[in-house]
């Protein structure tokens, strides 16, 4: 059982920066690839970024490609997303998410942490 917990969400304008924490629960695996999902109210589930616990390119949405990056503390057992430039489309919830067998089937998600961005 993998327990992860978001932090960071928040009210920021346009064109400014916040800072998405996922806190993992235990010793995570190399073999698990991280996450970051959002979901605007009456929108689906929308990709955002992805990474390989053990490391290598992240991929991104192209909607977030550019200026939002996804990284990892494995010291922390933390996953991180950076964003910036930000827009009010981007307002949404935002899930960390977690496949402990290294593919695209997300099997563990927290609860999700609200992010608002005003014009």
């Known amino acids: 059982q993998v327990q992860l917990v978001e932090s960071g969400g928040g009210l920021v304008q346009a064109g400014g920066s916040l800072r998405l924490s996922c806190a993992a629960s235990?010793?995570?695996?190399?073999?698990?690839?991280m996450g970051w999902f959002r979901q605007a109210p009456g929108k689906e589930r929308e990709f955002v970024a992805a990474?390989?616990?053990?490391?290598?390119?992240?991929n991104y949405a192209d909607s977030v490609k550019g200026r939002f990056t996804i990284s990892r503390d494995k010291a922390k057992n933390t996953l991180y997303l950076q964003m910036n430039s930000l827009k009010p489309e981007d307002t949404a919830v935002y899930y960390c998410?977690?496949?402990?067998?290294?593919?695209?089937?997300?099997?563990?998600w927290g609860r999700g942490t609200q992010v608002t961005v005003s014009s």
């Open positions: 990474i390989r616990w053990s490391g290598g390119s992240p």
């Open positions: 235990g010793r995570t695996a190399s073999s698990y690839v």
């Open positions: 998410a977690a496949d402990p067998f290294g593919g695209t089937t997300y099997r563990y």
